[in-house]
């Protein structure tokens, strides 16, 4: 009789809820990037691992949790995180629904861990259908978990991060320390149990070639950040603001491997804060030059962290896109949230020096911070029109659990999608159906909602971003976005207000 496998490290499908008709042929199919350092780290410590990626095979609830059932893992782990750094919560529903699914199918023990089950431990456990929660970031509390179930007589006390129902009550453990050699204990993603032609880059990534968004890959750099905006939820699971780099030997290794063994040329390096350390940064940029690949890769960098020297290496080594949180136009709300100290002058002109590098500018805003009114969100607008990046990306401010947002919105008793009369968790998704932002002093969630639909029309409608989109990538570029803007989500805000009063 063989032995069952240790771990399968699942990813629920989340993302026909999340993103609604924007999921057919705009958003992004992402690798599940911690699956995969999750797996080389337990092949190192002799766990046999496979992961099942439910978005990317195309399966829905029922079909992934027979597949975990026939399986039948000493541990089925889901790994709930999402497309970018604040979007594990969104995600929780259809772990849920899967892991209900498979409760009714089998015996099968399950963990959950991720951004949110890190910042809330003790409700996961008591709220959701798993046997186990993991606050922290992972491996050690995998590992340890698997010695036990292995082997019964090892306490579960004794599993670093590990929470845990005794005789009825929850039990938490303290959290693993942080891992620190990344090139040693995490040197790297388990590509070869993936499937990396079913992955595709964002529409945006791939203007330059939108027939080809496959294949494509995510490569973490660095894991955390040093900056501390109060919407942000990435430290949850690390629980400091710890820096911590792989180093470019090794970057640069897992790229070879991407570009001989599966012809991967699109990377999105999903770090919140790449362009940071500058030797890190131009490291990594000279080996790439060094191959001579061409690569079309997309970063995040912030608007005060941008330098001359850096831009003409990342250009050079095919960063072909960055990633700013410009947030908002007025200064009084961008300090409110805690962004940093730079103005409506550095904006530009940052947005300027990295266009003149040939790089393009996928901007970030956010409407409904603490400080919004009607009056600075459209301020807000009217920078992104005047900026006319390449690509922009329209948030509504969400108080993410894990993030300092979530505790003042607590602690102010503002209304949040996990009220007892609210969405739940799906709440939490800028594109769902079911999306309830934050309301301000002055706006309630469905006025703020609303000006973020109406803002995204209006900017990639605008005459003079639909003009730059032909000049800079052509027409078929300006036909592909003016289809998304015909794609418009449904929103329960929207449809509850139109209801006429009983």
């Known amino acids: 009789m063989s032995k069952p496998l240790d771990v399968l490290l699942v990813t629920p499908p989340s993302r026909v809820q999340v993103y609604q008709e924007l999921s057919r042929d705009f958003a992004a199919i992402e690798p599940p990037v911690w699956s995969g350092l999750l797996a080389t780290f337990l092949r190192r410590h002799s766990c046999s691992v496979a992961i099942l990626d439910a978005e990317a095979q195309g399966l829905n609830h029922q079909q992934t949790a027979e597949q975990i059932a026939a399986i039948a893992p000493r541990l089925a782990v889901f790994v709930i995180y999402g497309q970018q750094p604040s979007a594990s919560t969104q995600c929780m529903p259809a772990g849920r629904k899967v892991c209900e699914l498979l409760n009714a199918l089998g015996d099968v023990p399950t963990l959950v861990m991720g951004t949110h089950p890190s910042a809330l431990p003790r409700r996961t456990l008591l709220e ?34 590990l929470w845990h129902m005794e005789e009825g009550n929850p039990v938490g453990n303290a959290p693993a320390p942080l891992l620190t050699a990344l090139d040693q204990e995490l040197p790297g993603q388990s590509c070869d149990l993936l499937d990396m032609t079913r992955y595709r880059a964002h ?99 912030r608007v005060d962290t941008v330098q001359d020297e850096v831009l003409e290496k990342l250009a050079r080594a095919g960063f072909t896109w960055l990633g700013l949180g410009i947030e908002s136009g007025s200064q009084h709300v961008r300090d409110g949230v805690e962004k940093g100290r730079f103005g409506e002058g550095d904006i530009v002109a940052t947005v300027d020096k990295i266009r003149s590098y040939g790089i393009h500018v996928a901007a970030n805003y956010i409407f409904g911070l603490p400080d919004d009114t009607s009056e600075s969100m459209r301020a807000t607008l009217n920078l992104a029109l005047a900026l006319n990046t390449e690509w922009a990306n329209f948030y509504c401010a969400m108080a993410y659990p894990g993030s300092p947002l979530y505790t003042l919105a607590r602690r102010k008793q503002w209304t949040l999608p ?69 794609h418009q989500v449904r929103r329960r805000h929207h449809d509850l207000a139109a209801r006429p009063a009983a």
């Open 128 to 161: 959701e259908p798993y046997t186990y929660v993991c606050q922290g970031e992972g491996p050690a509390t995998i590992l340890g978990l698997v010695i036990a179930l292995r082997a019964p007589q090892h306490s579960l006390r004794e599993v670093p991060g």
């Open 418 to 486: 996990d009220d007892q009369d609210g969405p739940g968790w799906i709440g939490y998704s800028q594109h769902a159906y079911e999306s309830c932002p934050l309301p301000t002093d002055s706006l309630t969630a469905t006025q703020v909602l609303a000006f973020r639909d109406r803002a995204f029309v209006e900017y990639f409608t605008h005459p003079r971003y639909v003009s730059m989109l032909q000049r800079t990538f052509g027409a078929p570029v300006a036909a592909h976005v003016a289809d998304m803007c015909g």
């Open 203 to 301: 529409n945006w990534h791939c203007f330059d070639n939108l027939n080809q968004r496959s294949p494509y890959a995510s490569l973490q750099t660095s894991l955390g950040c040093p900056f501390t905006c109060s919407f942000c939820c990435i430290n949850a699971p690390f629980g400091t603001p710890m820096f911590r780099t792989w180093s470019p030997d090794n970057v640069i290794g897992q790229i070879d491997r991407l570009v001989r063994d599966y012809g991967v040329t699109n990377i999105k390096i999903p770090d919140e804060m790449f362009v940071l350390n500058r030797r890190h940064v131009i490291g990594i940029c000279d080996r790439i030059i060094e191959r001579g690949y061409r690569l079309n890769i997309w970063a995040y960098a």
